[in-house]
Structures are given as structure tokens and as C-alpha cells.
């Protein structure tokens, strides 16, 4: 029995020798994360109903995270899975599925480095090319961001050409969606994924959605009949900001320079999004499916489902310091203005649609203090086009509350956005506390079912937050907010066009969390002192 515990204590030490000297020497990098978040929701996202009780749960994400170094390439994986607490029996058979997934595998390619004597050619400081499901982030991911709020995050299919030159970053990235490599796949038809298998038609009967269909139904709910005035039903959208449709390829262009204290950054994003024709598949006896067919139905479709409706995103951010945190103080300044054209997921031509933010954060030690105002354009009740600015792939969680009204996958205002705020700020090496305050209003006039305008103002809503660090890899995260609407609320998220409908549901919302994240550094080793 000890023998054997002798030898399995061994075979733990030379492992862990290996993988040591492996480290140093290859650079190899193995971490983890896990996170339970518990929430309590009354009012998150949507209004709820008057009567209505909280909801409680516990989501958990955990991450095993690779990665490698070599001097021209560089390797990552990051596998996760994301469950809530209960949704799986303790006993699980093989219809309840799996959620572990691929979140991020990619490799890094070192085409040019200025610094690596071994590469001949010169004239680039360094390039290098990132291929496969990765992250994508920009600035303060106001437009392009990982999404990491969500236990799900977002990450990309695509290839990134990335340069810096002379202090100047450029990135180049493009990416391309199909939904299988199956044989007799012809053309590059895409139909947006997350599409259910089986959807009720147009008398009630569930049948298989037909192939090449996004079904249509009253709300998008997959519990409504089929109909050919619906909205799509989705297993879950596809995309947590304002659209509900992938896109089926983008380019995008970054730029960004830093100039001592002040740095410009430019973004150009075309997301091309595949073309689409209303159809319908069944008879009037057996009852229709409705939906967006995008892949042909036949030698007699002439329908061209290779195109697509291309959207343009471009603009610029300017970032400014002024002074310093140990002086006087540090004034941080931001401005950036974005604007979209070309034509939305559904073909419209856009207009007009634009997104400015201006702020200035002033900092005195550990204490900071920032006002702030964002606009994001909508459509006007008398327009025609599209004016609704849609904010891309970013993280709204991180700017326009935390109860993630707007712009998340609860839907957002058809008259678009103001966000005046105040956020205040302490944070110290262990802790860290802050209260953000927004009001919200619509930039555009909405109006009701009966054509009467809705008054502006949607409400308020304060975010309390507290960060703890307990020790290197363990973190505790508590958070209360509060919203308080007007009776617009509830006509600019969509959940009523009269006031009688409006009236049905709750003016206030609440909602606590508790997070804690575990992200050990298998590798890591203690630092040993050194006696002299």
C-alpha cells in the first residue's frame, strides 16, 4: 500500500517536472476558469407582468484554456462549457445533448518581426496572420467585443491579418459562414443558424421546419402557429445586439495610433448578410410553413440567394489623458462618432443612423468620478428607411446599464437611444466598489397603436457594484440594480402597443447577482525567496 502510494507520488512529480520544464522552455501555458454566477431576477431585460415572481438560478461556466509560444507561431484553444445548475438530471441519457463547445482555436502566424533576426525580410515591424474561431476586441468593445458578461461570450470564424508598424496598429479581418461541407452542396447559399427542428404550421400541427427555412410565427414564439406576417422563430438569436439574423461573411478594417497622450483609433465594418425571399411550404389542407427561404427550392427557384444585403459600419474614437492620478488628478476623455449606411438584414436601405458618445472620466488616487452621454439613432415614426443605428458585435452590458434593456437579446427601442450617466468609482488593489446612474429616452418619436406619440423619457436605473479579490486566482462579484420606467418602457421594448396593455405590466425592475470566479494557473509556481 505505501509501495504504491510511493510510486503514484513519483509519477505526480516527474509529471509535473515535465510540465514545468515543458513551460520554461516551450513556452506552454495552461489555465483554467470557473464561474458560477446565482441570480436573482425580477424585471431583467423586459418588464414583467404585474403578479409575477422572481426568477432563481445559477449558470456556471468553465473554461480549459491552451496555449503555446513558439518564436513564429503562436497556438490557443479555449474549451467551455456553460450550463445553468438543475438543467441536466443527475443522470443524464444521450437525447439531453451536450453544451461543451470550442469557444476559441486559432494560430498565429509571424509573417514579419523586425526583431527576430532569423527573418530576412525586412520593412514591417511586425505582421502576423490569426486563423480560426478567435475573439474579437476593439476599444472598449462599444462596437466589437467578446461579449464575456454572457457565460456563452462571442468569438468569430474568420482570419485577422494583423500589422504594427511604427507605432501603428492595422488589422485586416474577414470572415465567411456556410452551414455544412456535405456533398451536393452547391453555391454559397447560408441560412442563419440557431433554427429549430420542428416548428407548429399555420393549423397547429407540429411538423419538421422545411430545409433552407427560417419559419415565421406571431411574436417569433415558437408556441404560435406558423404565419406569414410573423417573426422569425429562432432556438435562441443568433446575436445578443439589435439584429436577429448572422451575418453570412464581413470585412473589417481597424486602425489605431497613439500619438503621446492621445490615441485615434478608426473601425470600418461591412457585415454582408445573406439575401432571402418570403415563401411557404405545404397545402391550405395540411396547413403552410412561413418563413425566409435562403437556399433555392428548385431548378425553377430563379430566386439569386447568392447575394447579399451589405451594411456598413465606420468611424472614429479619440481617447485623451490629461495630467496624471498622483497629482492633481488624471482627466480621461472620450469621443467617438460612428455612422451605418448601405442596407440592413432585410434588404432596407439605411439612413441616417449614427451612434456618438462623449465622456470624461477624472480620477484622484483610488477614487474616480465620470459623466457621460450616448446616442444611439432610431427610426422616426414617418420614415420609411432604416435610422436605427445597430451596435454591432460588441458588449452593451458594459455601457448602457447592467440590467441590459437595450441592445441585448431582450430586443431594443425602434426609436433608439439617449444615455445620459454619472458613474462613480473606488478601487484599491483587493476591493473595488462603484454606482452608476442612467436615464434613458428615446431619440426618436414612437407612436401607439391609436397613432398618439409615447412621451420620451423610458426611466432610470442605478447599478451597485462590488469586486473582491480573496487571493490570486479567486474572485467574489456582487451586484444590485434597480430600474425605474415610465409607462414607455414597455412601447419602446415592443411588449405593448396600447395603454391598456401597457398598464398590465410592472413600472420597476430588480436584480441581485453573486459571481465568483475560480482561474488557476496550473503551471503557475510559487516565487521561492532566495537566501544570500
Not at 403578479?51 to 484554456?65: C, D, E
Not at 476591493?431 to 426611466?459: E, R, Y
Amino acid at each position: 500500500m505505501i509501495k504504491n502510494l510511493k510510486k503514484k507520488a513519483l509519477r505526480v512529480s516527474m509529471l509535473l517536472c515535465f510540465l514545468n520544464a515543458f513551460s520554461s522552455n516551450a513556452q506552454f501555458t495552461l489555465t483554467g476558469q470557473l464561474r458560477t454566477r446565482t441570480e436573482v431576477r425580477n424585471g431583467l431585460g423586459n418588464l414583467v407582468l404585474k403578479g409575477s415572481k422572481p426568477a432563481v438560478f445559477t449558470s456556471q461556466r468553465t473554461r480549459l484554456i491552451f496555449g503555446y509560444k513558439w518564436d513564429r507561431l503562436t497556438f490557443g484553444a479555449s474549451v467551455q462549457d456553460v450550463r445553468v445548475w438543475g438543467q441536466d438530471a443527475s443522470t443524464i441519457s444521450n437525447a439531453d445533448g451536450n453544451r461543451l463547445m470550442l469557444h476559441e482555436g486559432w494560430a498565429d502566424l509571424t509573417l514579419f518581426n523586425k526583431a527576430d533576426t532569423t527573418i530576412k525580410t525586412k520593412g514591417i515591424d511586425l505582421m502576423s496572420l490569426k486563423i480560426g474561431r478567435q475573439e474579437l476586441i476593439y476599444d472598449d468593445v462599444r462596437l466589437i467585443g467578446n461579449l464575456d458578461w454572457l457565460q456563452q461570450g462571442r468569438r468569430h470564424d474568420m482570419a485577422l491579418l494583423k500589422t504594427v508598424h511604427k507605432g501603428c496598429q492595422i488589422d485586416l479581418g474577414y470572415a465567411f459562414n456556410q452551414n455544412s461541407d456535405a456533398f451536393g452542396i452547391t453555391n454559397t447559399s447560408y441560412v442563419p443558424a440557431n433554427i429549430p427542428a420542428y416548428v407548429k404550421n399555420s393549423l397547429g400541427v407540429l411538423v419538421p421546419t422545411p430545409a433552407g427555412i427560417l419559419p415565421m410565427a406571431a411574436a417569433g414564439s415558437a408556441g404560435n402557429n406558423s404565419a406569414k406576417t410573423g417573426a422569425p422563430v429562432w432556438v435562441n438569436p443568433p446575436t445578443t445586439n439589435g439584429g436577429n439574423q448572422d451575418y453570412k461573411s464581413f470585412a473589417s478594417l481597424y486602425i489605431s495610433k497613439k500619438i503621446k497622450q492621445t490615441k485615434f483609433s478608426a473601425l470600418f465594418f461591412n457585415d454582408m448578410f445573406g439575401k432571402y425571399k418570403l415563401d411557404s411550404v405545404g397545402s391550405a389542407s395540411a396547413g403552410y410553413v412561413y418563413g425566409r427561404r435562403f437556399v433555392s427550392a428548385g431548378a425553377s427557384d430563379m430566386f439569386d440567394y447568392t447575394g447579399t444585403f451589405n451594411r456598413y459600419t465606420y468611424g472614429l474614437m479619440i481617447n485623451h489623458t490629461i495630467g496624471n492620478a498622483s497629482g492633481f488628478g488624471k482627466i480621461a476623455i472620450q469621443a467617438a462618432y460612428y455612422a451605418q449606411s448601405g442596407k440592413n438584414r432585410d434588404g432596407v436601405k439605411m439612413k441616417n443612423a449614427y451612434h456618438y458618445t462623449v465622456s470624461a472620466t477624472y480620477q484622484k488616487g483610488k477614487i474616480s468620478f465620470t459623466p457621460g452621454f450616448d446616442v444611439l439613432s432610431g427610426n422616426d415614426a414617418s420614415t420609411s428607411n432604416d435610422e436605427k443605428f445597430d451596435p454591432l458585435y460588441g458588449t452593451p452590458h458594459r455601457h448602457w446599464g447592467f440590467m441590459d434593456y437595450f441592445y441585448v437579446g431582450t430586443g431594443s427601442p425602434a426609436g433608439g437611444l439617449k444615455n445620459p450617466y454619472l458613474k462613480f468609482k473606488y478601487a484599491g488593489n483587493v476591493f473595488t466598489a462603484g454606482v452608476d446612474f442612467h436615464l434613458f429616452s428615446i431619440d426618436k418619436d414612437m407612436k401607439k397603436a391609436d397613432a398618439t406619440l409615447i412621451d420620451k423619457n423610458l426611466g432610470n436605473e442605478i447599478d451597485l457594484l462590488i469586486n473582491y479579490n480573496m487571493n490570486k486566482f479567486t474572485n467574489i462579484e456582487l451586484g444590485y440594480s434597480v430600474m425605474n420606467t415610465t409607462k414607455s418602457m414597455a412601447f419602446a421594448k415592443g411588449q405593448a402597443t396600447t395603454d391598456a396593455a401597457a398598464d398590465t405590466y410592472r413600472k420597476t425592475g430588480n436584480w441581485f447577482y453573486a459571481m465568483i470566479r475560480f482561474t488557476p494557473d496550473f503551471l503557475y509556481t510559487k516565487p521561492v525567496a532566495i537566501k544570500q
